[in-house]
């Protein structure tokens, strides 16, 4: 009724009709990947990459805007950001956004075996002390009282004679503890 007879008889259709929306249906995927999905994978390829080439030191911008500095790589999915002086978070290393200062590579000459003989040629709290290194507090306390108040030693006995101190003392070794108190 509401059918014209024209209509009823163009509507036998067929695979003839299938086929140009097929194709349509592939051009349109085809534009999408190379406009919107081949970027965005190259785009992530490279964001990982710049993650992974992230060390101690760079300055780095978060995605929410912080800007620090790295201080120490946790594992491979965290770091210590100092967002200011004394003040550090543990943030996820994929939300960094942006490297705006790389830390500058070792000097030819300086060969990480030579930053390791200068390390151990420096006199240690412990040895400044006089006691093994790991020395319980009693030992220490003895040996605080036999060099008595040495200003030169303010510094060995203050770290020592603090429990937390001399964790992180004994955990990070002396070069990297003494970077860490010029920070």
């Given at each position: 009724?509401?059918?014209?007879?024209?209509?009823?008889?163009?509507?036998?259709?067929?695979?003839?009709?299938?086929?140009?929306?097929?194709?349509?249906?592939?051009?349109?995927?085809?534009?999408?990947?190379?406009?919107?999905?081949?970027?965005?994978?190259?785009?992530?390829?490279?964001?990982?990459?710049?993650?992974?080439?992230?060390?101690?030191?760079?300055?780095?911008?978060?995605?929410?805007?912080?800007?620090?500095t790295?201080?120490?790589?946790?594992?491979?999915?965290?770091?210590?950001?100092?967002?200011?002086?004394?003040?550090?978070?543990?943030?996820?290393?994929?939300?960094?956004?942006?490297?705006?200062?790389?830390?500058?590579?070792?000097?030819?000459?300086?060969?990480?075996?030579?930053?390791?003989?200068?390390?151990?040629?420096?006199?240690?709290?412990?040895?400044?002390?006089?006691?093994?290194?790991?020395?319980?507090?009693a030992?220490?306390?003895?040996?605080?009282?036999?060099?008595?108040?040495d200003?030169?030693?303010?510094e060995?006995?203050?770290?020592?004679?603090?429990?937390?101190?001399?964790?992180?003392?004994?955990?990070?070794?002396?070069?990297?503890?003494?970077?860490?108190l010029?920070?």
């Amino acid at each position: 009724m509401f059918i014209s007879p024209a209509y009823a008889q163009a509507a036998g259709g067929g695979a003839a009709d299938v086929l140009p929306q097929l194709l349509l249906m592939a051009a349109v995927f085809v534009v999408f990947y190379f406009l919107l999905i081949r970027p965005q994978q190259k785009k992530v390829k490279e964001h990982k990459a710049m993650i992974d080439a992230v060390k101690r030191g760079d300055r780095v911008v978060m995605s929410g805007g912080l800007v620090g500095t790295i201080q120490r790589i946790v594992s491979d999915r965290e770091a210590i950001l100092e967002i200011g002086e004394g003040v550090r978070v543990r943030v996820i290393r994929a939300m960094i956004a942006e490297v705006m200062a790389k830390t500058e590579p070792l000097a030819a000459d300086d060969k990480p075996e030579k930053a390791a003989k200068k390390a151990s040629s420096e006199p240690t709290y412990w040895s400044m002390l006089g006691v093994p290194e790991g020395a319980g507090q009693a030992e220490i306390d003895a040996a605080i009282a036999a060099k008595g108040a040495d200003p030169a030693l303010a510094e060995a006995v203050d770290t020592l004679k603090d429990p937390v101190k001399r964790k992180l003392y004994a955990r990070l070794g002396h070069g990297e503890y003494v970077a860490t108190l010029k920070d």
